[in-house]
């Protein structure tokens, strides 16, 4: 079993940054696929990007060039850096974890756990 618990939400304008964690218990994290998804109001949940065991990333074209993914298996977290933030990146993020996922899996539903949810809200 995995827990999730995402951090690091918050109001920015927008051109701003923010970094995102998803800190992870469970002993086999640093073996899971861990993907960031958003929600906006009134929309389905959509696929960010995500980083595998090795380090392999992939990414939204919608963030691509501004959204950086890394991970940090000693510390169990994941790191989503986002920069150069837009208004349309407004949602709540979520971090999700999947045992046997590729990089380029970007269905919610592939995933097998997830936190609880962190509100980004971009002003302009």
């Known amino acids: 079993q995995v827990q999730l618990v995402e951090s690091g939400g918050g109001l920015v304008q927008a051109g701003g940054s923010l970094r995102l964690s998803c800190a992870a218990s469970g002993r086999t994290f640093s073996s899971y696929t861990v993907g960031w998804f958003r929600q906006a109001p009134g929309k389905e949940r959509e696929f960010v990007a995500a980083i595998t065991w090795s380090g392999a990333t992939y990414y939204a074209n919608s963030v691509k060039g501004r959204f950086t993914i890394s991970r940090d298996n000693a510390k169990n977290t994941v790191y989503l850096q986002m920069t150069s933030l837009k208004p349309e990146d407004t949602a709540v993020y979520y971090c999700?974890?999947?045992?046997?996922?590729?990089?380029?899996?970007?269905?919610?539903?592939?995933?097998?756990?997830w936190g609880q949810g962190t509100q980004v809200t971009v002003s302009t």
């Open positions: 999700a974890g999947c045992e046997a996922c590729y990089v380029g899996d970007t269905g919610a539903p592939h995933y097998d756990y």
